[in-house]
C-alpha cells in the first residue's frame, strides 16, 4: 500500500497544481465553445495547462524537496510553493527533517562470557543535511536501521552479561558513537540511544535470583554479626566503668529492678547474692514498708450514743 507521500511524488499534483488546472481547462474549454480560438489552440491550452499545473508544487515545512534536472542535482526547493520546469526536471523525493524514531533489536546474540540475550533499543535521529542523505546513501532510513543492529550486536558481544545489566547508559553511549561516526557522512545524526529491554533465558533469570538471595542473606548474616561486635565493645567499656565504681553498678541494677516491676502483675526472680551484693532486699523492704503506710489510713473510734447520755448521770451521782 503506497503511503501518502508516495502517491504525491508519483502524480506531481497538489491541491493549488489541482485547482489551477481546472481554471485553466475551464477558461480553455469556455473559449472554445465561444469559437474564440480554433481546435488547434484548444489542444495546446489542454497541453499548457497541464504542463503549468504540473510545475506547481508544495513542500511542507519540515520538508525538502530534492530537485533534479535531466537527472543531475540542481538544488534543494521548500518549504512552501515552488515550480519547477515540466519534463525538464522532476522531484527525486521528499526529505523529512524532523527528528524521527527507530526500533531495532538484537536476537540471541551472545555476550563476551557466551550468555544468549534478546536486547531491544531505540534510536532518536534526524537528517541536518537533506543533500547528502539523498546524494549519500540510496534508502538512509533503512541503512540505519541495519547499520544499529550491527553495532549493537558487536557492542554485546565485547561485554559480559553482568555490564549490560548494570551499565546501560554506558552502552547506549557507544552505540551512539558508532552510528554518529557511520551516519554523519551522510547528513544524518543520533540524538540519543536507548536499551529498552535485555532478555535473559529462564534458566539464567533463576539461576540469578538464586543468587541474589544468597548475596542478601549473606550480607544480613555480616551486617547482625558487626552489630553483636560493636554490642560487645560497649559491653565491655560498660564493664570497665562499673569495676572502678561500684555505685553506679547498684544504680543500674536499682534501675534494672524498677522497669522489671513497673507493669502490674509482673514477676521478678531476683538472686540472694545479687540482694546482698546492692542491698536490695533492705531497700525494697524499706519501700514496702513506706507504701502500705502510705496507702493505709487512721481510723478514729467514737463511742457510742447511750454512752454519751449515761455520762452526765455518773457525773451527778459522783457529786452528790
Not at 114 to 125: G, H, I, K, L, R
Request: proline residues 4%.
Amino acid at each position: 500500500m503506497k503511503t501518502y507521500k508516495e502517491v504525491r511524488l508519483g502524480s506531481q499534483l497538489n491541491p493549488v497544481a489541482i485547482a489551477a488546472l481546472v481554471i485553466l481547462i475551464a477558461i480553455d474549454i469556455l473559449l472554445f465553445v465561444l469559437k474564440i480560438i480554433p481546435i488547434i489552440a484548444f489542444i495546446a491550452g489542454i497541453i499548457l495547462s497541464l504542463l503549468f499545473a504540473y510545475s506547481i508544487n508544495i513542500a511542507d515545512q519540515w520538508e525538502k524537496a530534492i530537485v533534479l534536472r535531466m537527472g543531475k542535482f540542481i538544488g534543494l526547493r521548500g518549504p512552501g510553493l515552488f515550480f519547477i520546469i515540466p519534463v525538464i526536471d522532476r522531484i527525486d523525493k521528499l526529505i523529512d527533517q524532523r527528528v524521527r524514531v527507530t526500533d531495532f533489536h538484537a536476537e540471541e546474540t551472545l555476550t563476551r562470557d557466551t550468555v544468549p540475550v534478546n536486547v531491544d533499543a531505540v534510536v532518536y535521529w534526524t537528517v541536518w543535511d537533506a543533500e547528502k542523505a539523498a546524494l549519500e546513501v540510496q534508502d538512509y532510513a533503512q541503512a540505519v536501521t541495519y547499520i544499529a543492529q550491527t553495532g549493537l550486536r558487536d557492542i554485546i558481544g565485547k561485554h559480559e552479561l553482568a555490564d549490560l545489566l548494570q551499565n546501560r547508559d554506558t552502552i547506549a553511549e557507544d552505540l551512539q558513537k558508532v552510528l554518529d561516526d557511520h551516519t554523519n557522512p551522510w547528513g544524518i545524526t543520533c540524538n540519543s540511544v536507548g536499551i529498552k529491554d535485555i532478555v535473559i533465558p529462564s534458566a539464567l533469570a533463576d539461576a540469578m535470583s538464586k543468587q541474589a538471595q544468597a548475596e542478601r542473606e549473606r550480607q544480613a548474616r555480616i551486617i547482625l554479626g558487626t552489630a553483636e561486635t560493636e554490642i560487645s565493645e560497649k559491653f565491655s567499656q560498660a564493664s570497665e566503668r562499673y569495676h572502678n565504681n561500684p555505685v553506679a553498678l547498684q544504680l543500674r541494677g536499682m534501675n534494672m529492678l524498677f522497669e522489671g516491676l513497673k507493669e502490674k502483675g509482673s514477676l521478678m526472680i531476683v538472686p540472694s547474692t545479687a540482694l546482698e551484693s546492692m542491698n536490695l532486699g533492705a531497700l525494697g523492704g524499706l519501700a514496702a514498708l513506706s507504701k502500705q503506710a502510705t496507702e493505709q489510713k487512721p481510723v478514729v473510734s467514737q463511742p457510742p450514743a447511750d454512752s454519751q447520755k449515761e455520762k452526765p448521770e455518773q457525773d451527778s451521782k459522783e457529786k452528790n
